[in-house]
């Protein structure tokens, strides 16, 4: 540097020096540091009347913390968050903890009122001199800057953010103004107690660690109550600069850190000189914990994207996808899903032993398990582990749902499509013994018998083959339906119509993958599963006949609680009714054969009563398994993910022995059960004494938990007693006796036992 530009520096560091002098000096006048006399000039008067102008307030959002998706027994499935933070109060934060921070960062912080003139006369005479930087701001300063930039990134302003860190120039010195002003008006309204909560819970203090609680498991994985005096100097000395001191890259400078930190706590007074030689001498002691960040690390990637995914799309959690966006990983919600996690682990076990993941380029399974009458997603599973990239046995797919929640595009279902043409047939009076004529196999059928254009039918043949039955001739709707016979379908579908069976689908909630109506792909799609679906939208459909024609939409949360202990309308059931109690279980007398000695479902016979249908299509290259008992539901799939066409199976003979497999084992413990005729309402169930499945409210409000069981036909009393459950918000449902997915008669009393507990650990 020259000495004309030095000289040229030197002015401008002090007319800076100057501005902010001025501006001190003018504060000081007005009394806002301490009473000084004999400062009246002009330029005073003038620095004293802007900033007085500025505003005093500004408007912060909720500080970002950590989201909670868990399973239905609480376990925690996956940790949603943008920030890794979980606020606590101030009196789960030690005090060795408190009084580090304070000693390190502010030592007069419980004696100034926002602004420590002592220490910005000092920054400034350094600043004059051309020297090292001092550092003037309060505690109270850092937390009103920390909260500036933290809203702004929130809220998606970059601009704003970069400026509340401004640190040059003119911009510099007009944010440090405003900086004081909020802080002043900050002190004023808020305690002592309260500046310290909220600057420890929103500081950051590196290896993603925001907030204390959040660095105390990171780097201890013991909670901010908990630390020690070593702990929590370590911590507290990385506020001002967590990456000079990182204990995890750089132990030598946290431990010189820490020893700073505990000096001026015993300068301070805050701890006795023995207690500081003792913490000095002690080991750092990290027992550092991995970061479990989002979907990718969680224990079961598929089952938390869908969550996801699934609650990105509920209005309840905001107007817009945004909004929603940051209710999930800025809220510090507690999302209690539907997930049993033993089944789920199980079914991909199953899936991945049948089918091994080196394989599933070429080949894969995929399945869903979901509760009749509630629509509550227990399971889902496929062959290959998540990973954005790909390989053998690996992507990001999920094939057991639809495309918008985890971009699989579906598969054909094959001759699982039948069922709706029973449905429809017995609907419209035919019985399980009607007879029609079965054509051989290549007969040609007018397009305009299975109901013309009106139904989007071309005038044109249509020729099905048998895939896993050749009989032809005269037959039953239930022989047809038990051995799978594809020209009796194609010939019953002349009888009721394609818009008949294309209406009976949507009534029963079956939907392509890409959301669409099923079957308007043609004939084949209709009559004969040509069009894709997944495994879910497929299990849920069939459970709509077990629960006697109720059909629910397939939900995988149960319950969503906001921070503060509010529960949002997320996870109610979405049941309508859907078929006859009757032609429900008419069909299922039918579908029972098919798992019979005979059938093409005989491989999937469980040791309880159980009713499906078998699913081969596409040149037997998919192939499906989807049945029900009366307490579960579920669809299997196995076949071509992609474009090969290696698969040459039929739904019998894969697809029906992994669905025994995985229904057996989600029936463990269950009491079985035989089909019955369910009546179409709680009133009618309640005038013959029969007996209805208790929903499960487990992680509801009262209110929310009584208005469901009031609408099942239960009355509902609250117990006297409290339980404690982690998994479970204080004020929620921890229990019901009896217990949710049992049985009882309708009318009788369930009671509720509420949690006097927290959130999940």
């Known amino acids: 540097m020259n000495r004309r530009q030095g000289d040229a520096t030197s002015v401008a560091r002090l007319l800076a020096a100057f501005v902010a002098a001025s501006t001190v000096l003018g504060l000081l006048a007005a009394g806002i540091f301490m009473p000084v006399a004999g400062l009246a000039g002009m330029s005073t008067k003038s620095v004293v009347t802007a900033f007085d102008a500025l505003p005093a307030q500004f408007t912060s959002s909720p500080l970002a913390q950590q989201s909670r998706i868990l399973a239905s027994d609480g376990s925690v499935i996956a940790t949603l968050y943008k920030e890794n933070r979980l606020v606590v109060p101030l009196d789960q934060i030690s005090e060795d903890m408190q009084k580090a921070q304070v000693a390190i960062e502010d030592r007069r912080f419980y004696e100034h009122g926002g602004i420590d003139g002592k220490g910005i006369l000092r920054s400034i005479a350094a600043a004059a001199r051309g020297g090292d930087k001092q550092g003037a701001s309060t505690l109270t300063q850092q937390y ?42 900050m002190e004023q309204r808020r305690s002592k107690d309260q500046i310290l909560e909220g600057y420890l819970n929103i500081v950051y203090y590196g290896a993603a660690a925001y907030g204390v609680e959040a660095a105390a498991h ?120 539907t997930f049993d996690p033993e089944l789920t682990k199980y079914t991909t076990k199953v899936l991945a032993a ?3 993941p080196a394989n599933a380029a070429r080949r894969g399974a995929a399945a869903a398990v979901v509760e009749p009458g509630t629509g509550r997603v227990l399971a889902i599973g496929q062959n290959t582990t998540w990973d954005l990239v790909g390989g053998p046995g690996k992507t990001s797919v999920n094939w057991s749902v639809d495309q918008k929640y985890g971009a699989s595009g579906g598969f054909q279902i094959g001759s699982t499509a039948k069922v709706y043409g029973v449905v429809t047939a017995l609907e419209q009076g035919m019985t399980a013994n009607s007879s029609f004529y079965a054509p051989p196999d290549g007969t040609h059928i007018s397009g305009k018998r299975f109901g013309g254009e009106k139904c989007g039918v ?65 004939i084949a799609a209709t009559v004969l599963g040509a069009d894709n679906a997944s495994p879910l939208t497929l299990a849920a459909s069939y459970a709509t006949l077990a629960a006697g024609g109720v059909y629910c939409e397939p939900r995988p949360v149960e319950s969503v ?42 491989k999937a016979a ?90 499960d409210v487990v992680g509801r409000s009262r209110e929310s938990a009584t208005k469901i069981l009031e609408e099942a036909g239960f009355t509902v009393e609250v117990a006297d007693k409290q339980e404690s459950s982690a998994a479970v918000a204080p004020g929620a449902v921890a229990k019901t006796s009896p217990a949710g997915a049992g049985q009882a008669q309708v009318g009788s009393t369930v009671t509720l036992t509420l949690s006097a507990g927290g959130r999940a650990q």
Not at 497 to 507: D, F, Q, V, Y
Not at 567 to 573: A, H, Q, T
Not at 666 to 679: I, T, V
């Open 144 to 185: 009103v800057k920390q909260l500036l930039v933290t809203t702004a990134r929130q809220n998606g302003d970059e601009e704003a953010a970069e400026a509340a860190q401004a640190r040059a120039g003119i911009a510099g010195y007009v944010r440090k103004i405003q900086e004081m002003k909020y802080a002043i008006s």
């Open 606 to 695: 469980l040791d309880r009563p159980a009713a499906g249908k078998t699913g081969t299509a596409d040149n037997s290259t998919e192939t499906w398994f989807a049945g029900y008992t009366p307490q579960l539901a579920s669809a299997v799939w196995y076949g071509t993910p992609y474009t090969q066409r290696s698969v040459h199976a039929y739904g019998g003979t894969v697809a029906a022995p992994l669905w025994r497999q995985i229904m057996s084992s989600a029936s463990k413990g269950m009491k079985p059960q035989e089909f019955r005729r369910l009546d179409s309402s709680p009133e009618e169930a309640k005038k013959h004494g029969r007996q209805m499945t208790v929903p």
């Open 218 to 337: 990171r780097y201890y994985n013991t909670s901010a109550a908990k630390l020690t005096l070593p702990q929590a100097a370590m911590i507290a000395g990385l506020a001002q600069n967590p990456s000079t001191a990182d204990p995890i890259n750089n132990p030598k400078r946290a431990i010189a850190r820490r020893a700073a930190v505990l000096e001026a706590m015993h300068d301070q007074g805050y701890i006795s000189l023995a207690r500081m030689k003792r913490a000095r001498n002690a080991p750092l002691g990290l027992d550092t914990q991995p970061l479990k960040p989002s979907c990718p690390s969680a224990t079961d990637p598929y089952v938390c994207y869908y969550v996801v995914n699934w609650l990105l799309d509920q209005p309840a959690l905001g107007k817009t996808q945004q909004e929603r966006e940051k209710q999930l990983f800025y809220g510090g919600l507690n999302i209690r899903t």
């Open 458 to 522: 071309i005038d044109r043949y249509f020729a099905p083959y048998n895939a896993e039955g050749e009989e032809h001739g005269m037959t039953t709707l239930r022989e047809a339906t038990v051995k799978s016979i594809n020209t009796a379908f194609a010939q019953l579908a002349t009888k009721v119509g394609i818009c008949a069976e294309r209406e009976t689908m949507k009534k029963m909630g079956l939907t392509r993958a890409d959301g669409k109506d099923y079957g308007v792909g043609g």
């Open 561 to 602: 609680i906001a921070f503060d202990g509010t529960e949002l309308p997320v996870g109610e059931n979405k049941c309508r009714r859907a078929v006859e109690p009757k032609v429900a279980y008419d069909t299922t007398k039918i579908l029972t054969g098919v798992l019979r000695e005979g059938g093409t479902g005989r």
């Open 354 to 356: 049948r089918v091994p």
